[in-house]
């Protein structure tokens, strides 16, 4: 492994363009070592707080690089922390590494389960934690070899599909100390993010009835399942009435269990959202009246669980513009005549195309914009300046949670974008620690964003991290 | 006019079947009179609580005959109460004369309105009304020719469609010092009835919500209308969980003023029934939180405004058997060949013709059964015992509330019909005059059906007779 | 084995008290190995059209009695029926011996179960194969012994429970040259049945919508659930304008998979019955348009899937009196002490108890009525003449389909019970056989009572089996 | 009364602002005479169709001043063209002048109807027929005057609250000639719009069912309030899988009559908008569907009868630069101190307040944007190259279809408000007509905007004008 540059810097100004370049340089020499570490973990396939090899595999290049890893963070086995450095600023990377279930796909452009209906990185993830390890041990040599003071920490979040394993962190409060957070997605496009997510809640309601033989004393019965069909009509009439850019859906994940039987229990898993959370608590507190109401009218039980909150993201003005100007650096992705081939026939299975072969080997300027997702990195957005930065592990035209994504996620092509992402993190953070204003520019963002607003996680206080939330699926 | 037969009778047995036919030939020869003042009443045509003139003609015949008349009893300017005699038993009988909206009718056995679209008395409570006035004058003459001790009383019972006179009635205290109450009414067959008809309590639903533009800014608004929907939504899947016996029917009387504005206000009309009061009492408490959860899940305000609520009648065994008896002396009508015309045109205007012609011949045994109608009479028959005698004022197969009967009401058929009435009701009060046992039987009877339960109307205690209930219609 | 008694009768005339009593004392001392059938087979537990082993030891039982065994009737490989004998009449007996989902018991009168959410014979259909295997054997060496003609088969029925196998052999043609079938049910008391039960028709109603991404582009989707759902509203407005006697109930078994994506496939499961067939034909019609509806107000697809279709029972009078008849001479049941604390105990579960304790000794005089329940056996009643029997297989106040009815399946109370069905089908049977004025009374019955209505079974004509009905429980 | 302005033009160029302003002090000289008439039609009030008086007085000025007046246009009594010159190019103005049902308003600042529950000009077209008018007249002595070849026509436009006159004018070929329209509108504001509104279909939905006594036969009904609810249930769940920007809103205008008759008759009145006719246009289908389906499964029959159809309004770049310019000459309007007084009074009774009074001595530069509400100026706009004019009529924060605004048309504010309007109308006319490179210009903003969408009314052929719409309001 070739040694990291040594950079006789002062500590004060952004690292110039050919010590960047050196940078880079080094990391391509690496590449394929990452790679592999992100094509076991798109083998193991686990799902939400079930990441366990994943989760070790990762801590364990952590440990060996010299990083202090502290384990089972907030309750959460699959959750750690790995920190290396003393002093500020602290710089933290965030890496997800959960799969989807039912996406299970070889590396193939053709639909192919490797396991059929088993789970599969149809969210790139593998990708995700692979990068942001690697940038984080790039870093790490780098401060390392130039004597640069600071701290670099990898934040291993588990269970970001569902599981929100970053606002139980938030709540361990790891995420006290640190300055800077970055954060980065696999998507079909390279470029720093101004866009915002979707403020989230979500929830499960449960009615609970009076069974009652269906044919011989229906009025015995009370329906656990009309408690929840009323819920239902109540919030179809309330569509008309919350504001235009409000999400609710919803779907029974338990009808009842049989016919001749009035339903003594019943469930829906529901999803709120909205541009921002304030709008959203007015809106959930009419979805819970609409439960309320579907237990009122059919005179049975309603118990809700919390299942997800997350916040919109928040962008960062400042961090946008410095990941801009680093990506610039670093540039798109150049398929080879292979790749192309794959992509081409990969193309040919999506119903909508949106942007062409060879948009990735460009750099998209940051835009605002509301993207329609929902993240448990926008709560960390809130807590602490976070930039946000997509590179394009997937063919263009190929939507996060596809076969097609889980595909590209296992072969060259996701490899590509994610030493993008792993290059983008690397010279951004060189960046921050190498310029203290840098830093102070992100949080004078950060205020000038989120107004005076103080986060406060929509999770009650005493509710635990859903650890077998995939159990039901 | 002839005088009333002298009786030399001891007063503990039942009259012979012989005195009672010089009584029935008397009434004979007064029949006209009655006859002319039914046919006032049925032009008049006055809607509940609107029946001044008709009150007025039947009272102002009363005071004539000697009857100590009470006026504006309960506050209702149409209620009167006419007593004649004085000492034990005390017999009622009790008249209506409220018309029917909608339902004006030429004497004619097609259709033809008098005035279009006004009020008619499709129920044939002009009958009602002069028939029980012929009772109360001849028992009176009869009381008064063999100096029996006893008081007969007329009830004036306004508004029975609907606006339930009786109740405000029973609650002024008239009914207390009552020993029997004789009822009938107009019906397409003659015989004394064991039936019961349903328990029932109306309200109004009132929604009240905040109006918006609907188009630039529905989210601003509460719609009343969706409050509304929700409650109706929720009856719907209330009925599978009911006893199959009750019923529940509404109309939406206001859904909203202009599409383009979010609802501020919609109001519901709804009856549910059951064949008893307390069972009745269980679903309406079901049906108000149906209501509630509308008002819940749009966030808008609910009002309830109770306007009905009558008991089922509580059939009476005794009675029942005395009035057969008597009705079997009686005897049914026959047709003239102009009436059997008449009945023959009318009856090619029904799509289901039930009994034939010629049925109103005879008179029908007492037979148990759960009629579907509801009426005030329901209170009082909890409240004292009641007697319930039909009369084949209406051709055979002419149901109630429809212009075939008003057009009977109007006419020859319905007036022999009332002499049928007028006839069972005298002959069955000279007995229980003259006979205390048929009085002790009565109450037995009354007590043995009620079994201990004891009556209060549903009628809030401060809620004031609708006297404007018909205003808009 | 004690030899079958020899009767020198004439076969015109039903067999005396004394014959009978010699027959029944017989059978006593064959009890114990019909008993030992009976409690293999509810250890075998096999579920509808899984009864592989049931169906094995009861075929190989009558095959050794020299039956001629015709196995996989209808295409269904549980299904069979075994003939003995020539020329008429031919007599049937029915049994069934598939076990229910989740009932799973211990032969104990406190809730244990052998296999934790394992099937169970919640219905007694252990006891009412080995049953009518005793009297079919039974029968056969009577007819034998006293050289009588006439034939007697058993029919092998397999998945009462919702799978209706008796349809299929119906339609196989089976029953076509049967003249009298005799059936017998488990219950909590004794006798000969007049009762019907509900006319049923059940079909799984699927949607097919397109998927979307419920956050990103809602409108791109069809909703499958929003079919469903509009459905199901529809059918909750239906039941005010169905006949009061009507029953339908539904679960949801799929309603969406996740919330986050516009659901592309729901199913609901419905069952719809009445007490008459033809009645229900007209209800299922509009069952039907409201799921059409559904489909065309959220532009997705439909598809019904029928399930299950029976036939309301048929009571047949000449029947029910000659089983009164005999049953009267087998008697009741008497507990031991034993069963009689094992009894006290069991009821202790239960919240209705119903009939008391001690009522199994006797014999309940044949009645009219109207069951809630549904069976396949409904579709032979009106295809010949059918008997239909009841013993007091269970304790006194346990209902079918519950674990109490399972732990007497699997003992002595069961088996008693199992002796009186036994005895009381032999006595039928010979009677018919020695008497063929009772077979003509039977149909005579049969013509009376159907009224020249033709059979046509609901389920379409190319329809198989739905042999793997149970796999998706 | 002071004659026009001689103008030596060469007619080739647009009037220098000299000349204009000549033009201008002209009009204001006859300010008085226009207001008069705007404060008539304020007074006559008469609703859509019905604007018998305001239609005769404003052609009769027209035909006084030499225009050729066409009546009955359409078939429309209150439509009307008033044409004057010849040849090309032909300018058309457009004047409406229909009142708003329940708007009554004194011209105070506080609410004081003049006729409880009557109509008034909320909507200002009183000054909209009043200004137009002004306009006209004023055009044609600028053409006599000046010898200038061209047609000005004013186009006399009934019923635009609901009644679409303009659609059934379109139809009757009165646009096909003409080359430019100028359109202005009463407002809060003064300025050029390129604003659009959304394009809006509207109809009544009719269910016809089978009557039936609720009580004691609702299986013999078909309720045509069930097919109504169906139908609206199944437009709740459609809201998630429409646009975003589209909405949807209906009230009920008939809900059954009575609550124990199974209704045979319902209606619902629906609004359905979008920015587009062609996605409406797939919404409508949709829409319709749901109807369908509430048909479908009540067995109830459904028919539509269209009321409206307005396309969005088509924005005309050309135009409104040369309108902002010609009213940047005009110039807002300063309120004496009453005026403000007033319009401080008015303003207190506004929940929101919006812009601030000083805001009306502005000009407000064109910008695009979505309006939220609908026109029949809308079709014009699809057919010739449309200007559309806002003028401060009432005071600023006032919405229009308000008591307030009906206060403000009726007094000073209203009438300088008009006669910025008609100077501003005036003044591009002449800039039309002198210089036909603007209407060339215009016709080509036309086309690009519509790019060659035809322009096709969503009104059938064969229907006729509304003409009795406002009679069961």
């Given at each position: ?14 690292l110039s363009a050919d010590d960047k370049s050196v940078l880079q ?45 502290v384990e089972n963070v907030g309750g959460m086995p699959t959750a ?394």
């Amino acid at each position: 492994m070739r040694p990291i540059v040594f950079l006789a810097i002062a500590t004060s100004t952004l690292l110039s363009a050919d010590d960047k370049s050196v940078l880079q340089h080094t990391m391509d020499t690496r590449a394929a070592h990452y790679g592999e570490i992100s094509r076991k973990i798109w083998e193991f396939a686990e799902l939400g707080y079930k990441e366990k090899r994943s989760a070790e595999l990762l801590s364990s290049e952590l440990r060996a690089a010299g990083f202090a890893v502290v384990e089972n963070v907030g309750g959460m086995p699959t959750a750690f922390t790995a920190t290396w450095g003393q002093g500020r600023p602290v710089i933290g990377i965030m890496g997800e590494y959960d799969a989807l279930p039912g996406l299970s796909q070889d590396d193939t452009p053709l639909r192919k389960p490797l396991v059929e209906g088993g789970p599969g990185h149809g969210c790139g993830h593998n990708l995700l934690g692979a990068a942001s390890l690697f940038a984080a041990v790039t870093i790490k040599e780098w401060l390392a070899a130039n004597r640069i003071a600071g701290t670099i920490r990898f934040y291993g979040t588990p269970a970001e599909e569902g599981g929100d394993g970053k606002l139980y962190m938030i709540r361990a409060g790891v995420f006290k100390d640190v300055d800077t957070v970055l954060s980065w997605h696999p998507s079909d496009q390279n470029g720093a993010s101004l866009k915002s997510s979707l403020a989230m809640i979500s929830a499960k309601f449960r009615f609970y009835g009076k069974p009652a033989h269906a044919a011989a004393a229906p009025d015995a019965g009370r329906s656990a399942l009309d408690g929840l069909m009323i819920m239902a009509n109540s919030l179809e009439f309330l569509r008309e009435h919350v504001p235009v850019s409000t999400r609710i859906h919803y779907v029974i994940t338990n009808g009842g269990s049989a016919p001749n039987i009035v339903p003594d229990y019943s469930e829906m898993f529901l999803y709120a959202r909205h541009p921002g959370m304030p709008v959203l608590d007015g809106i959930w507190e009419r979805v819970v009246k609409c439960a309320q109401a579907g237990a009122l009218a059919s005179e049975t039980r309603m118990e809700m669980e919390l299942i997800n909150s997350s916040y919109n993201t928040l962008p960062n003005d400042a961090l946008a513009a410095l990941v801009d100007k680093n990506m610039r650096l670093v540039g798109g992705i150049t398929y080879t005549r292979e790749e192309r081939e794959f992509a081409e026939t990969i193309r040919k299975s999506l119903a909508d195309r949106g942007r062409p072969i060879g948009s990735q080997e460009g750099i998209e300027p940051p835009q605002e914009g509301q993207g329609s997702a929902s993240t448990d990195a926008g709560d960390v957005s809130w807590t602490v300046p976070m930039a946000e930065i997509s590179a394009a592990t997937f063919v263009p035209g190929v939507p996060a949670h596809s076969w097609q994504s889980a595909a590209c996620a296992g072969m060259s092509i996701g490899r590509k974008g994610m030493l993008v992402a792993a290059k983008s993190l690397v010279l951004t953070a060189v960046d921050l620690f190498a310029d203290p204003k840098q830093v102070e520019a992100a949080k004078a963002s950060f205020e000038k964003r989120r107004a005076a607003f103080e986060y406060r996680s929509r999770i009650p206080a005493a509710q635990k991290p859903p650890l077998t939330y995939r159990d039901n699926k």
